[in-house]
């Protein structure tokens, strides 16, 4: 784009339009240099990143050198450096160059594409930055051995951890002792770990006994993907989490322990928000007792959830007398893969979740109201007020209409009725029809 000269000076001259350095096989050195230059002292975003698909060996650990040469006299104002290298010889000669203070330093990410890999470069190149990193609050880690230093990990308000695989996966003690160091911690995700031993001496008592000994108040976001059941069920019985508002669970084998820490949490306090409960098998009992205590509970995703029956549809539906709504401020449901629930369990949930719909009270009410004409006023107000005293004298609190519904992979449910509940849901998700080909026909 041609533009004047007033206004080439004027971008030229505004260090924050060129503060993101960015190094990859599509942005040359030369570009970076350039950016470098021109944005004189302001805080800068770096980003360094070479996935497996550009790996020709020495010429990605040569260009990986080459742009931390560039790089390290000004990672003194760097505000957040990420670096993405297919194996840990190239991230351990690009972390040799990190030996200058980052006192601007925010956000830390490290990440090997190949986590598998085992190599005599598995020792940490420790201290990162010479240490000095006051400002740093997000530390996102995939197969980045940095010997589980707690300096290193201290005082942030975002942890991620992933693609620590045998003797690299880290301990639960290990994990308590960092999230000890991490009062003020918001954000936490582990991802594809090895699991640990199952300890003989604790035993499931004692577990569900034992005293909170990390409390994590500004816990809002939590995720579980592939990190161990046992790690997983440690570690929740051993901390506390009274403001979370997300949390997943994928591919962690048997839940049911885990529901009743969370029911257990809920006793004081659990504003859940967002649940997702991918790959794993729970009893679908103790999860509706879970349920029950979850009223701010927004949006449900149960993936591939064998467990999930016609029972917990009926459970979210309309509840007895005098009893409340499971989850009333439920919006956004998802059962993909969920292959075991009964349509008219479904759509029963549908229908007594529409907003608007009068109750029997109302209704009954007004149809005495229509026959007024026939009847005496002193029968017709009779027969409202023995309606009336039928029903609870508190208003139970009426739930929220379903907004998005998700029945993709749920061979049970016909295109009839994907029809049916697009009448009552505005959003609904299902497989697209398929051609003679097998090609998806948009509807």
Known sequence: MLVCRYWRDVAINTAELWAD???????????????????????????INFTPRADNASGTTESIIHAMDLIRPALWRAKSFRL???????????????????????????????????DHYSSPCLPLFKGHTPRLRSCSFTSFNFNWDKRVVSGLCVLQLGG????????????????????????????????????????????????????L???????????????TRMLLSQISFPALESLDFCYLDNLTPVLEHLRQQSLTSLPLKYLRIESSFLSEPKFILLLRRLT??????????EDVTGFLMKELSAPPMAHPWVCPKLERLNLDGCTALEWDAL?????????????????????????????????ASAHIHALSLSRPATPVMQPRRLSSIDVTRCHQISKEMV?????????VRCEPAKGIWGEAISS
């Open 347 to 379: 759509r029963g949930l549908v229908e007594s979740r529409l907003s608007g719909r009068p109750s029997q009270l109302s209704s009954a009410s007004a149809a005495a109201a229509s026959r007024s004409s026939f009847l005496s006023t002193a029968s």
């Open 296 to 305: 701010s509970l927004a949006t449900l995703e149960l993936v591939d959830v």
């Open 217 to 231: 108040p500004r816990l809002t976001k939590a995720s579980f993907y592939y990190a161990g059941i046992m790690r």
């Open 164 to 215: 620590y695989w045998n003797g690299y996966s880290p301990s639960v003690d290990t994990l308590l002792d960092i999230l000890r160091g991490c009062p003020c911690l918001e954000e936490l995700a582990l991802r594809n770990m090895s699991d640990v031993d199952p300890d003989p001496c604790v035993s499931l008592e004692h577990e569900f006994m034992s005293t909170k000994v990390v409390k």
């Open 21 to 47: 350095i960015c190094v990859s096989p599509h942005d040359s050195l030369e570009k970076a240099h350039r950016r470098l230059a021109r944005s004189k002292s302001v805080p800068l975003d770096i980003t």
């Open 419 to 427: 029809q049916w509940l697009k009448m009552y849901v505005r959003d």
């Open 84 to 118: 993405s290298v297919p194996n840990k010889p190239q991230a351990h000669a690009a972390l040799l160059r990190c030996k200058e203070e980052a006192p601007s330093l925010e956000s830390l990410s490290i990440r090997i594409f190949h986590s598998m890999q085992e």
